[in-house]
């Protein structure tokens, strides 16, 4: 998908019920640009600065997580499991009727979708509410693949440009506003560690600080 189809799909795409997204910015000025014979370069560090701006701007971002498949995933199935992952969350944390409480999400998410050299697809997601991450690693490792989590975002710029580059590479980006702030009337255990040394200690980085501009390799070691 490239830069033109991304601004139609996100301008023009129809929500789901019950499912409200957020209004992403028009790019098709830039993409026209394009075609009267603008730099290449200059089209992309346009849409790029304005994709992570309004990254930035819809969620005070917490969480970095990177989702992966063990087998190769067709695009819509990945991203329906991508869904899945925000379903099984939102019960988890609200119960099975969530949507009468939080609607689609009670978090917010910004989600690129990579494709790697050998085609596999994976996901960067941006989230701005708890997480259980021993949850997340659980569920997600025996349906889909392999999770890493970071919650130490030191420089939340870097980690928002490389979320909101996939737009630039041929991938997607996909975002959804929460519609409240929303917590469970009970709080668990895991959403009230969720800022705690601990709980950014106890589940390592897929990247150590400053070095979030890097591929992807694998997890690093604390």
């Excluded at 490239?2 to 929500?15: L, M």
Aim: glycine share 6%.
């Amino acid at each position: 998908m490239n830069s033109t189809d991304y601004s139609i799909r996100r301008n023009a795409q129809a929500s789901a019920p019950g499912r409200e997204e957020a209004a992403a910015p028009c790019v098709s000025d830039m993409a026209a640009a394009a075609e009267r014979g603008w730099d290449s370069r200059q089209v992309r560090e346009i849409l790029s600065s304005e994709t992570s701006s309004w990254v930035s701007g819809l969620a005070n971002w917490t969480t970095f997580v990177t989702l992966t498949f063990r087998e190769d995933k067709f695009p819509d199935v990945a991203k329906s499991l991508f869904q899945w992952f925000v379903r099984i969350n939102n019960t988890h944390a609200f119960g099975k009727h969530y949507v009468r409480k939080v609607r689609h999400s009670y978090f917010s998410y910004a989600v690129g979708l990579e494709y790697q050299r050998r085609e596999v697809v994976h996901f960067h997601a941006l989230i701005d509410k708890p997480l259980d991450f021993s949850y997340v690693h659980a569920t997600w490792g025996d349906r889909c693949g392999f999770a890493w989590i970071d919650t130490d975002l030191r420089d939340k710029t870097k980690v928002i440009d490389y979320v909101s580059k996939y737009v630039l590479k041929g991938g997607q980006i996909d975002v959804y506003k929460a519609k409240g702030d929303y917590a469970p009337q009970i709080l668990p255990s895991w959403w009230i560690e969720h800022n705690s040394d601990l709980s950014r200690v106890a589940q390592g980085a897929l990247f150590r600080p400053g070095q979030l501009a890097q591929p992807l390799t694998g997890p690093t070691k604390k």
